[in-house]
């Protein structure tokens, strides 16, 4: 069935330091992409999406590129700032209308 | 636009007591509803979702309960609440693109089970 996989639980990171947060995802349908981030106390928000093979899609200074060979959605972001601390999700979309979530990856940038 | 609501914002509950917790969408007739649920900091759990009234299917029930009794209304219920039920509700609605879903979420409903 479809899935999501996120490796890191958690991600911790000093200002301006560059970031990558992995997401790789199982589908036997043309696959749609998302990127949600979530603060705290805060319902999760889309932030990037994508169903075009590598082409880079960016939102507010993050990045992602949709790599169907190796079934990839890695978001990343040449420097992060204090705002950025947040829960971030990758979820896919397939052809029968269902969107799946992966587990969440915790980014939390120190001064 | 279509705009989502949740209601209450916030609950206190005693373990053992009912709950119902609601979700209301304006501006799109017959979204794709679904609800979910979050222990803090934690995973999106999908509970239920519902493509149309009357109808509700359960991927996870976690001894909860759902209903579609209108196009834009979908209830999350239960006659005994655990202290596991502790958590963030969200509720979401579905904008379909043909072969895939882009999902919004409504503002949430923070659930304190003592």
């Known amino acids: 069935g479809d899935s999501v996989t996120q490796t890191e639980g958690l991600v911790t990171l000093t200002k301006g330091l560059p970031v990558m947060l992995n997401c790789t995802y199982q589908?036997?349908?043309?696959?749609?992409l998302f990127w949600y981030v979530q603060h705290l106390n805060e319902a999760p928000k889309l932030l990037l999406k994508?169903?075009?093979?590598?082409k880079r899609t960016e939102h507010q200074g993050f990045y992602a590129t949709l790599h169907k060979s190796s079934s990839s959605f890695h978001l990343q972001k040449s420097s992060v700032q204090l705002s950025d601390s947040a829960l971030y999700f990758c979820?896919?979309?397939?052809?029968?209308?269902?969107?799946?979530f992966g587990d969440g990856t915790q980014l939390v940038v120190k001064p | 636009a279509q705009t989502i609501h949740q209601w209450p914002v916030a609950e206190i509950k005693a373990v053992g007591s009912p709950l119902s917790l609601g979700c209301t969408i304006k501006?799109?007739?017959?979204?794709?509803l679904y609800w979910y649920w979050q222990a803090t900091g934690g995973t999106l759990q999908q509970l239920f979702y519902?493509?149309?009234?009357?109808?509700v299917e359960s991927v996870v029930q976690l001894n909860l309960s759902a209903s579609r009794p209108k196009d834009d209304q979908f209830i999350l219920s239960t006659e005994k609440l655990l202290l596991s039920h502790s958590g963030f509700y969200l509720c979401?609605?579905?904008?379909?693109?043909?072969?895939?879903?882009?999902?919004?979420f409504g503002p949430g409903t923070r659930l304190t089970v003592l």
């Open positions: 994508s169903s075009t093979d590598n």
């Open positions: 589908t036997t349908y043309s696959p749609f």
């Open positions: 501006g799109k007739s017959s979204p794709n």
């Open positions: 979820a896919l979309s397939g052809g029968n209308n269902r969107i799946f």
């Open positions: 519902s493509i149309t009234v009357g109808q």
């Open positions: 979401a609605w579905t904008r379909d693109w043909g072969n895939y879903a882009e999902q919004f």
